[in-house]
């Protein structure tokens, strides 16, 4: 079946080169005969008898580890009426006892081999697709044996028992109750609306309270033995593995498994193609304004080959022109939307819908809508220019070239998501050069011709559309001004659009290389260490993890120590800076120069720093310096990208207390520090007086001054790497050779009032939230830093086990321990628990009882060993990617002691005890000291006071 797009979050979706939308086969088989395009002949596929197909590949990236996945091809869409929900709920059952497993120790059995729940142990159910996930962090024999016995455990001999059923129902009514919120109930009003009477509307995967409180064993085995049969199951397994072993295994352990016929396809529609000319308003106080027009078309069944997916790819190219140019509109200073979109995708296997989406500031759906209608009918009428259609074939040459550049080094996360793209799309797994083959064979056929007609072959006509509005006011005039609107602007003539002028990059030349003054390599872990002349400091470190790819990371002194009580906002809008642009060109001209480039721009502040990081190819490593220096040296600070941060924190600030976590967030850092303006948020009236006037003035001396430290990691040559730093930062004028003290602005304070506050939300009216947050210590003692993040994970299984497990409160208590390295002083421990209303109190109490028992007597062995045992698997597997390297190599020279920190990490951690965990918690826990905050519906009875 085809999988629903989400409509209302379509902006610019049609099938790329290799993806198209996910379905689950209908053929319980690997039939590849019925296309043209080659198999990737790594991957081995298999069949068993009884019907249960397979897909093997060994692979080395991260070195020796192994992804295993059993997907069942039933989601929601299989249930019954009286079972909506009941996927769902069978996916938890998968955790809660087998036949070799007892109830409530799968979890713990994979903690104590290393896995931590959630993170890689974890499960999900689709409208098509229940997926069970283990994420192995070593490849032994016998953690793999392990795992594939829990696989072959869920696929049939789950034991159900009624006891477990009524255990696990307050989960799952706690998940479903937490999941709700203003955008779920948005989606479903609008599937409601463009596909009345369609069948899966109602199969939203979690299912009501009514089907969830009657769910027994009995209906649950039911649907059990119905779905989980061989025939409707595929097992994945990626990484450091003997393929023809585990095959065997495979057979051996799977060959048992009784076969049975897979379930029909489920009916997803009807939906009635014919529809036209209806209007819908939706409102919500926390939805910013949306004009959705819609037709829907029928689906179209088109088996994979190469002609489809060049078909594909001329429709893609199309979709992504029209929504460039809208891109350039949205991007003005008085641009007439937030943002827009135009593409066309699957209704699963029912229809095919073609949306336009207009996303406006409040108030402004009808100038938004004309202008992206405009644009839309020019595109439509007129096409495009070589210029526009190249812009787009380069991106398109650039992903193929880097896939085919690193196909020898793809994660094994990677090679799981081809896999299963290729079993939702019915699509033959091809290798990336196979792929880069066929583009660059194909892409003199990409005409703008031949795009315009590809995107008019496969859009719907937008004739007598069905158009939805969503916001909070109803426009004036209300149903009959949207469609006036509509009827009013496809009716006018439209001109041909504008040539744009093809500009080069302007920063290519920043003076004399720069001399290095110091190259040396660090033997701990083998990290170059240059300085320049001008004091700029580079590490490299080159891996052989990645093919093709380079991770940089470049800081810049200040962060947020930039920011004092007199200018809190001084910094509010870093992260809009690269909106801005360049002096020599807009964000919107960058993004037409450097399509097909490999290179980025983004800056945030984090602690003492500001940091640009990204990945770019060593083909476009220069470019990305270039760029970098760029930013330093000429920032556009420029008017289009202030109005687009203004334009958001309108919505910003309309929307942050829809739910709990958003009310929360936003008060907590002022109810922490006691309204120190450098934590709190402001009144909104501040940040519309922001200009980047404001941010130039506070950062400006940093970008010209600040000592900049420069990470590398990945496919280098250190020569070549070296010489190119010096002919851009190594070659800017003389900056701090290091990073400031400013012990002054170190200073954070952590409030000494220890009343309950509440904050209020205006979500759901059964959704409330216990925070409880205690000061701790930086991070300049190592040790204790470590007994506290044990301490966290030690919190998080017993606050699971008696909130979640025992009570079946809260879907998912939560804990987090952070020591500052910014802040003198300066650390917090925090658990949270999502509860209903009804449910405060108790758990309240069940949250005091474990903190107070951990601070009362030692921890089990086995808890501490399930809690420390990922932590330890983490510390090994973390330099067997560069994003762990990058942790280290970052600021290798002004951060020397973290390489010594991390050596150490693994006997420190050992040798933490169960009574080092109860004095850390007796010393930081204490229930009365904490600062609880409960998050309350605003209709909600006052809790506080009645306590």
Do not use: C
Request: hydrophobic residues 40%; charged residues 25%.
């Amino acid at each position: 079946m085809k999988h629903l797009i989400l409509l209302p979050f379509l902006l610019a979706t049609a099938a790329p080169v290799l993806a198209g939308t996910p379905a689950e086969p209908a053929v319980a088989s690997w039939d590849f005969g019925r296309s043209d395009v080659p198999v990737d002949p790594a991957f081995h596929f298999g069949v068993l008898p009884n019907g249960m197909r397979y897909v093997l590949r060994e692979n080395h990236q991260p070195e020796g580890t192994v992804m295993i996945r059993l997907r069942i091809g039933s989601g929601s869409l299989e249930e019954r009426d009286e079972e909506r929900g009941l996927a769902h709920y069978l996916e938890h059952m998968a955790f809660n006892g087998s036949r070799k497993v007892p109830e409530g120790e799968m979890i713990k059995l994979l903690e104590r081999e290393g896995l931590a729940f959630g993170a890689d142990t974890n499960a999900s159910t689709g409208f098509e697709v229940t997926s069970y996930k283990l994420d192995l962090p070593r490849n032994d024999a016998k953690l793999i044996d392990t795992a594939l016995m829990l696989m072959r455990e869920t696929a049939s001999e789950l034991t159900i028992s009624q006891e477990a059923v009524e255990r696990e129902r307050g989960v799952i009514l706690a998940e479903k109750r937490d999941r709700m919120n203003y955008s779920v109930k948005e989606t479903l009003d609008e599937w409601a609306f463009t596909t009345p009477g369609a069948r899966y509307p109602e199969r939203f995967p979690i299912g009501t309270d009514e089907t969830l409180r009657a769910a027994d064993a009995a209906r649950l085995r039911g649907f059990y033995e119905r779905a989980y049969v061989p025939a409707n199951a595929v097992l994945i397994v990626v990484g450091a593995i003997d393929v023809p072993a585990i095959e065997k295994d495979i057979r051996a352990r799977f060959g048992d498994w009784e076969p049975a016929a897979a379930p029909p396809k489920p009916e997803t529609g009807p939906v009635d193609l014919e529809r036209k000319g209806e209007t819908d308003i939706y409102l919500d106080p926390a939805l910013s304004e949306r004009v959705t027009v819609t037709r829907l078309a029928p689906w179209v069944d088109e088996a994979d080959s190469v002609a489809k997916r060049q078909r594909d790819l001329l429709r893609s190219i199309g979709y992504r022109a029209v929504n460039r140019r809208l891109e350039t509109l949205a991007r003005a200073e008085d641009a007439p939307f937030r943002g827009a979109g135009f593409g066309t995708g699957d209704i699963f296997e029912s229809g095919r819908a073609t949306n336009l989406v207009v996303d406006v500031v409040d108030g402004g759906w009808k100038r938004g809508l004309e202008a992206a209608t405009r644009e839309w009918r020019r595109a439509l009428a007129y096409g495009f220019s070589p210029g526009e259609i190249a812009e787009q074939v380069a991106r398109n040459r650039q992903s193929a070239e880097n896939a085919a550049a690193a196909a020898a080094t793809r994660s094994n996360a990677a090679l799981v998501r081809a896999i299963e793209e290729m079993i939702d799309e019915e699509a033959v797994a091809a290798t990336p050069a196979n792929v880069l083959e066929r583009f660059n064979a194909f892409a003199p056929s990409i005409t703008p011709e031949a795009v315009l007609a590809a995107l008019r072959a496969d859009a719907a006509p937008l004739d007598e559309p069905l158009i939805r509005f969503q916001g909070r006011t109803a426009p004036e005039g209300g149903q009959n001004a949207l469609r006036s609107a509509w009827g009013a602007v496809v009716a006018e003539a439209i001109s041909a659009p504008d040539k744009a002028q093809s500009v080069e990059f302007a920063y290519t030349d920043f003076g004399a290389p720069g001399r290095v003054v110091s190259d040396t390599v660090d033997p701990r872990l083998e990290v170059r260490e240059v300085v320049f002349a001008n004091g700029v400091k580079l590490n490299l470190r080159k891996t052989e993890l990645e093919d093709d790819r380079i991770r940089f990371q470049m800081a810049l002194d200040g962060g947020d120590l930039v920011t004092t009580k007199d200018n809190p906002l001084a910094l509010a809008m870093l992260g809009s800076m690269p909106a801005g642009g360049l002096g020599k060109h807009s964000a919107d001209e960058l993004t037409s120069i450097l399509a097909g480039r490999s290179v980025g721009l983004t800056i945030s502040a984090r602690g003492d720093e500001f940091v640009s990081a990204g990945t770019t190819t060593p083909r476009d490593l220069e470019l990305q310096l270039q760029l970098l220096a760029a930013a330093l040296t000429d920032p556009g600070f420029r008017r289009d990208g202030e109005a687009a941060y203004k334009r958001g924190i309108a919505n910003f600030f309309k929307q942050k207390d829809a739910t709990p976590g958003g009310a929360y967030s936003s008060r907590i850092g002022a109810i922490l520090s006691d309204d120190d303006p450098r934590f709190s948020l402001q009144p909104e009236g501040d940040y519309q007086k922001l200009s980047f006037a404001v941010l130039r003035d506070a950062i400006s001396d940093r970008l010209a001054n600040g000592a900049i430290e420069l990470a590398l990691v990945g496919d280098i040559d250190e020569a070549d790497a070296i010489a190119l730093v010096g002919r851009t930062l190594g070659a800017l004028p003389q900056r701090e050779a290091e990073f400031l003290p400013r012990e002054a602005a170190r200073i954070r304070p952590f409030t000494t009032d220890r009343s309950q506050r509440t904050v209020n939300h205006t979500g759901e009216a059964d959704q409330a939230v216990i925070r409880m947050t205690w000061p701790t210590a930086d991070d300049r003692d190592q040790a204790l830093v470590l007994q506290l993040e044990l301490l966290e994970r030690v919190v998080r299984l017993e606050l699971t086990e008696e909130i979640r497990e025992r009570l079946g409160k809260a879907y998912s208590p939560g804990a987090s321990s952070d020591a500052s390295s910014t802040w003198r002083g300066y650390g917090t421990f925090a658990l949270a628990a999502s509860v209903d209303v009804g449910d405060v109190e108790a758990t309240r109490g069940a949250i005091r009882a474990v903190i107070e028992r951990l601070a009362a007597e030692p921890v089990s062995a086995d808890l501490i060993d399930r809690a420390r045992r990922p932590m330890l698997e983490a510390y090994d597997n973390q330099l067997k990617t560069n994003g762990g390297w990058m942790q280290l190599v970052a600021r290798a020279q002004g951060e020397s002691y973290r390489i010594d920190r991390f050596q150490r990490f693994k006997d420190l951690l050992t040798a933490i005890t169960p009574a080092d965990i109860q004095r850390v918690a007796a010393t930081y826990l204490a229930p009365d000291a904490a600062v609880e905050v409960l998050v309350l519906p605003t209709a909600a009875p006052d809790i506080a006071s009645a306590q």
